[in-house]
């Protein structure tokens, strides 16, 4: 007898766990790693509103699976993904409300869409990283990774995963072709998986060198004391906005648009930088990370990079499962 | 009467809802099109050239599987059943800690201890030629037989110790050679007991999630289970694929359910009679001694020390750049797993209300099945049995895909999907078969004369039950409970399938970890996991046994 009160009460206190909501209501948001970024945003955003904050914490690829799921009975209000390009097709799909942002003219020119649907709060860029303790140092090009002497020691994320590569993937061979991934394929380049499983790749040293890879995870393993390095060819990468987006069917649009104006809000883009990030503002300051204007970008017509993304992004799984 | 048949009537449909209108959804999915009847959509599913070399990898890996820890199981039940090594018990406890460490978890050790520059590469450089040929099928099958062997070796064990010795010895006095007598007398007797023990290997193989989706990833090997969950959950989503796949997965168990039953009926033989069959065991050379040691220490350094081993290092090293160096541990993973963030605490406490209130719904349902199913006669009785215990015959991930199926399609009926209840009904469903099975087996351990003897006593039906009977099965009750409450703490394929948002379990925890996050923090949670299970295994037996 006393052994099932004992499991009632723990049955109760358990369910007291999930039955916590506030009086102001919740915002259901999907956002893409970091999560410790996620979190801290989420937190801050209840402290101040009071506002149950939801998370669903995915990759790119996930986030989208869910909300194709989702289709009859929506969920989600806010969603933010790391690809620029994905969140234009879901524009082009009729998912996404427009709004006006309290914080719209202090933010990076063109990290809004002309609809004002899309609003890139942060950015990340990717760049080739690499374990200091097989390669003291490197600055090769793209192309020169496909020498011999990396035979066998490159990998990638899995762009069908991660939308920061995937994006990088279309810009690249938009402006330059295919000749580069597939040397690059042939010289034994795998995919370990999405971003934090490749850069756990080179951190462990199963390979010597991750090409585009994304910088913040990049820096953060860095400063925690990781034997990596990174840098931006001299050809130039795609600086990716990371778009939040207020979906059409929110079922709490109020408070939907309340999270959006935080997330550009002075508090919230302090947290962007300090995750390693690129603030969405530009009156943001940090200096643990190279700025905007210190990366060389290739020059990107996104509508075009969204025509291609996927299928690149099929490819180069296929080119390396050669 | 009539009141009786009305309720086991209800509770026939209540179980049909429960679990045959999931699998039903399942076909409906693959084989209706925007209301219409189309077999070409399935068909065609089946036919492209990569899901029928999926079918076929898939097959072929339960066949590998099923060849590997024969060679494994059956010298070793051998060993523990018909030779003097049978005295030492222990060794029965030893070899259900590969089964009772969930494969996703002994899998990502697997590949931390053999990838490039890995743990063993750290620690015996010599041996890096074996990395690439872990990272291939052969890897895939060595894993997973090292998991599944201790269920055929049990079985074989068993199957071999009701062999009495008075046939061998009757060869023996006729002049047969040992080898011939092996051959002619005793493996003839274990043929329908091995064939039964390979098919449960080939079913639990070709079910099996875990492994595949971590290592079988790894070196995109996919089977059944990982495209069933990727067609379901990753975009594109494709769900008539994922359950045209599942219905041809549910097509091969049945089969394979048929034929074990077709073989038990012709191939056992009554072997345990009155007269006496005292036990003799072989008495051996020391080199056959010697090299049995050998082959049982080469087993349990593989099946248990090295993913366990892998798991507890990886936790507490600190720079993972470094690895296994001077100074370089930390027990900060375990500190971040709680302090980081509300994420791991979150896990583990759902993880517990789940294998709680899974457990408890499961063990009070499961024991108005089985007294059912006592209570009703043979033909309803086997209704019920049969719709119950089918969640045991089917992989679990074709279960829950049919779950998710029917609750996201009857959400204005019964809105559960998405929430956390769901995931304690798919819990209750895919575990109920435990109880049953335990409640049922102490049932029939009952003199049906006690209750009768209650009753002449004065004691109405429902007071002989809770007075009687009850405390009598109360020890079934309580085993069924804990198996649950163990199997459903660390449950994988619920979660990564039908979890709400916001809402990680321990599995999900470790996986997202491993893939995506710190794999430090992963494993620390992993064995936080381990210990868990082991440390609640044993408080449980303590307490069922000091019932006794």
Redesign the interface.
């Known amino acids: 007898m006393k052994?099932t009160l004992i499991?009632l009460a723990?049955?109760l206190a358990?369910?007291s766990?999930?039955a916590a909501g506030g009086e102001k209501g919740i915002v259901?948001v999907?956002m893409p790693?970091p999560?410790?970024l996620a979190?801290k945003l989420a937190a801050d955003f209840e402290a101040k509103t009071g506002i149950v904050v939801?998370?669903?914490q995915g990759?790119t690829?996930?986030i989208?699976?869910?909300l194709?799921?989702?289709k009859?009975?929506p969920?989600a209000d806010v969603v933010i993904l790391a690809s620029w390009s994905d969140g234009l097709s879901m524009k082009n799909s009729g998912q996404l409300e427009p709004y006006s942002p309290a914080a719209a003219d202090k933010m990076v020119p063109g990290w809004i869409d002309e609809n004002s649907m899309l609003f890139g709060y942060s950015a990340s860029a990717v760049g080739v990283i690499y374990?200091t303790?097989i390669y003291p140092s490197l600055d090769a090009d793209w192309m020169d990774l496909a020498d011999p002497q990396y035979r066998n020691d490159i990998a990638i994320p899995d762009p069908?995963l991660s939308g920061a590569c995937k994006d990088f993937v279309a810009g690249y061979v938009n402006a330059y072709g295919w000749d580069t991934f597939e040397a690059l394929a042939e010289n034994g380049m795998i995919v370990?998986?999405?971003?934090?499983?490749a850069l756990?790749a080179v951190?462990?040293?199963?390979?010597g060198v991750l090409i585009a890879g994304v910088d913040y995870n990049a820096y953060s393993s860095m400063a925690?004391?990781?034997?990596?390095s990174i840098y931006y060819p001299a050809s130039g990468t795609v600086v990716n906005p990371r778009p939040a987006m207020i979906m059409k069917t929110a079922p709490d649009m109020e408070n939907a648009k309340a999270f959006v104006d935080y997330l550009l809000s002075d508090d919230a883009q302090k947290m962007v930088a300090d995750a390693y990030l690129l603030p969405g503002r530009t009156d943001i300051e940090f200096d643990n990370r190279s700025t905007l204007s210190e990366i060389p970008q290739i020059p990107c017509d996104w509508q075009a990079m969204m025509a291609v993304s996927s299928d690149s992004a099929a490819r180069i799984n296929d080119l390396c499962?050669r | 009467m009539n009141g009786k048949k009305i309720a086991f009537a209800a509770l026939i449909i209540f179980l049909s809802l429960l679990i045959l209108c999931p699998l039903f959804s399942i076909f409906a999915e693959a084989l209706f099109q925007d209301g219409h009847f189309s077999l070409s959509n399935a068909v065609s599913t089946i036919q492209e050239s990569e899901n029928a070399a999926m079918i076929g990898s898939s097959i072929l890996l339960g066949i590998l599987v099923v060849i590997i820890s024969s060679a494994i199981a059956l010298p070793l039940a051998y060993i523990f059943s018909r030779t003097q090594f049978a005295r030492y018990r222990f060794f029965d406890v030893i070899f259900m800690i590969p089964f009772m460490t969930p494969p996703y978890i002994a899998s990502m050790g697997w590949i931390l201890f053999m990838q490039k520059r890995g743990l063993m590469q750290q620690l015996f450089p010599s041996l890096s030629f074996l990395t690439d040929w872990f990272f291939s099928l052969g890897g895939l099958v060595m894993v997973m037989s090292f998991h599944v062997f201790p269920f055929m070796m049990t079985m074989m064990k068993n199957a071999m110790l009701s062999v009495p010795s008075s046939l061998d010895e009757a060869g023996a006095v006729f002049g047969v050679s040992f080898p011939t007598r092996l051959r002619k007398l005793f493996l003839p007797l274990l043929t329908g007991n091995y064939a039964i023990g390979a098919l449960l290997v080939f079913v639990k193989t070709i079910s099996e999630y875990g492994t595949p989706s971590t290592l079988g990833r790894r070196i995109g090997f996919a089977v059944f289970t990982t495209d069933i969950h990727r067609y379901a959950t990753v975009a594109p989503i494709e769900l008539g694929k994922s359950a045209s796949l599942a219905s041809v997965l549910i097509g091969i168990c049945l089969l394979i359910w048929m034929l074990q039953n077709y073989i038990t009926a012709r191939k056992t033989y009554n072997l345990i009679s009155g007269k006496g069959s005292a036990m003799r065991t072989r008495r051996l050379s020391i080199g056959t001694r010697v090299a049995i040691i050998i082959f049982i220490a080469a087993v349990v350094f593989f099946s248990m020390v090295i993913p366990l081993f892998s798991v507890t290092a990886s936790s507490l090293i600190k720079l993972r750049g470094y690895g296994l160096r001077p100074g370089n541990f930390t027990i900060g993973n375990y500190i971040a797993v709680f302090t980081e963030d509300k994420q791991g605490i979150n896990a583990l406490l759902v993880s517990i209300f789940l294998a709680v209130s899974s457990a408890t719904i499961a063990a009070i349902l499961g024991t108005v099945i089985a007294t059912s199913i006592r209570a009703a006669g043979k033909k309803v009785g086997n209704i019920i049995e049969g719709i119950s215990l089918l969640p045991e015959m089917l992989p679990s991930i074709v279960l829950v895909l049919g779950i998710m199926l029917f609750y996201n399609g009857i959400y204005k009926i019964i809105p559960i999907y998405g929430t956390i209840w769901i995931m304690v009904l798919s819990y209750v469903i895919l575990f109920l078969p435990y109880t049953i099975q335990y409640v049922t087996s102490a049932y029939s351990q009952i003199s049906p004369s006690l209750a009768a003897a209650g009753r002449i006593c004065g004691a109405g039906p429902l007071y002989s039950f809770m007075h009687i009977t009850l405390p009598l099965i109360a020890r079934g009750i309580m085993s069924g409970w804990m198996m649950t409450f163990i199997i459903a703490f660390r449950e994988l394929v619920t979660p990564s399938l039908i979890a709400p948002t916001n809402t990680l379990t321990v599995s999900t925890y470790i996986n997202r970890q491993f893939e995506q996050g710190s794999v430090g923090k992963g494993m620390s949670m992993a064995v936080i996991c381990i210990l868990f299970s082991l440390v609640s295994l044993l408080i449980l037996n303590k307490a069922i046994n000091r019932k006794r």
């Not at chain 1, 370990?192 to 499983?197: H, L, T």
């Not at chain 1, 951190?203 to 390979?207: M, Q």
């Not at chain 1, 925690?224 to 990596?228: K, N, R, S, V």
Request: charged fraction near 20%.
């Open positions: 052994r499991i723990l049955l358990c369910v766990v999930f259901t999907y790693s999560a410790g979190n939801k998370t669903f990759t690829g996930e989208l699976a869910r194709e799921t989702e009859a009975n969920v374990n303790l069908e370990p998986g999405a971003n934090k499983a756990e951190t462990t040293g199963e390979v925690a004391g990781e034997p990596l499962a």
